[in-house]
């Protein structure tokens, strides 16, 4: 049995295979991504805002667009020839696109609202946040229009997917598409163009600001995006050439929703970098320290000789530490001598002798 439903060639060439691998990779990753950053502002930071649960209700927008166009690869989408699209999967393949537009608009707005959010939580000056302000009622309302207008294309609206529907009219598709995108890339240059005012006249080293400009930046990989998209709309010919649009717009939305949150989880990568910083210290240090490594060495012997005249014992005792004692640090040496490594990384070499002497008593001899 093919990838495709009711085809009457189980090989018919279609991409659906590749736009589901890249649907499910992606969002997961994006899944990922987005638990990281609730991890962060929940656990970490313990400031969950606005910005972070617009980011999350983005990404299950992600994921009904991207199950639904999985379905629809099993319909038809990704067909490379529109003569093996079986009649019976015309109708469900266009009832699916159908639903699937909302999704998509809905995900794209959400990541922008999500980002404009977090920057108006870092904005100080009044004059900023009002700026931030407008440009998110400006970007709700365009996307807004976006999907008004797409569930409306047409008159009546089930002409859309039902082609026994042959009365009525609708919009051009292809124009219409082009001026959309077009005009998202607009609102994605200004929303990534937002934080450059401020961080250049942040009181910041120069180095933590080319990062934050850096990170902020990101968005331009979203405008590549939505520039790959108008070249394939243009390429539209037929309702099959879809595949390549939905295929970008799941890379699309994913994308935004990983950049989106890269700058929330900077406590997180902080964190990382100041503990294998602190372990490399560590480590550095405590070569420094032992140049000798000691390992549970333990010997003590001690001596008796005779001296001219009586009898002399000699013991050795560690400092500080009472007769015959070791330490993992102190082992004895022949002679009764006491060594230790000290934390300065010299070692230093005691011996204690201890004399008695027991005179002869008078008329031995």
Same mark, same amino acid.
């Given at each position: ?5 009711? #085809? ?9 295979? #590749? ?66 699209? &079986? ?17 998509? %608009?809905?995900? %794209? ?42 569930? $409306? ?21 292809? &124009? ?20 450059? &005012? ?24 979203? #405008? ?28 699309? $939305? $994913?994308?935004? %929703? ?37 390992? $549970? ?21 560690? &400092? ?30 005691? #011996? ?14």
């Amino acid at each position: 049995m093919g990838w495709t439903f009711n #085809t009457d060639s189980p090989d018919a060439t279609t991409s659906g295979p #590749t736009i589901a691998a890249v649907g499910i990779a992606l969002t997961t990753l994006s899944l990922i991504v987005v638990c990281l950053r609730m991890y962060v502002r929940g656990w970490v930071v313990k400031a969950v805002g606005i910005d972070d649960w617009l980011m999350s209700f983005t990404w299950f927008m992600s994921l009904g667009f991207m199950v639904i166009s999985v379905v629809q690869t099993k319909y038809g989408l990704g067909l490379q020839r529109l003569s093996a699209m &079986p009649d019976q999967n015309v109708k469900p393949f266009g009832l699916l696109q159908y639903c699937g537009a909302p999704f998509y %608009i809905t995900s %794209i707005l959400g990541f922008k609202l999500s980002v404009l959010f977090m920057f108006l939580r870092i904005a100080v000056d009044r004059n900023y946040r009002i700026a931030i302000i407008m440009i998110a009622i400006a970007c709700t309302c365009f996307h807004f229009c976006f999907l008004i207008v797409q569930i $409306n294309l047409c008159h009546p609206v089930a002409k859309q997917w039902d082609p026994a529907i042959t009365w009525g009219s609708c919009l051009v598709a292809v &124009p219409f598409y082009t001026s959309m995108a077009s005009l998202t890339i607009v609102f994605d240059v200004i929303i990534m163009c937002t934080p450059f &005012p401020m961080l250049l006249r942040a009181k910041l080293p120069r180095r933590k600001k080319a990062i934050l400009l850096g990170i902020f930046s990101l968005g331009i990989f979203i #405008t590549v995006i939505q520039i790959i998209r108008i070249l394939t709309i243009k390429s539209l010919s037929d309702y099959l050439d879809s595949s390549k649009l939905i295929m970008w717009s799941m890379v699309e $939305n $994913n994308l935004g %929703i990983i950049v989106g949150c890269i700058p929330a989880l900077a406590p997180l990568f902080r964190s990382v970098l100041d503990k294998t910083s602190h372990v490399s210290s560590s480590q550095r240090q405590g070569v420094e320290r032992s140049p000798y490594s000691l390992r $549970n060495i333990y010997r003590r012997k001690s001596s008796h000789a005779p001296s001219m005249g009586g009898q002399s014992s000699v013991h050795a005792e560690g &400092p500080g530490s009472g007769k015959n004692t070791t330490t993992e640090d102190q082992w004895r040496t022949e002679g009764g001598s006491d060594e230790h490594l000290n934390t300065a990384g010299s070692i230093y070499m005691r #011996t204690d002798f201890s004399v008695e002497h027991e005179p002869r008593e008078e008329g031995a001899g």
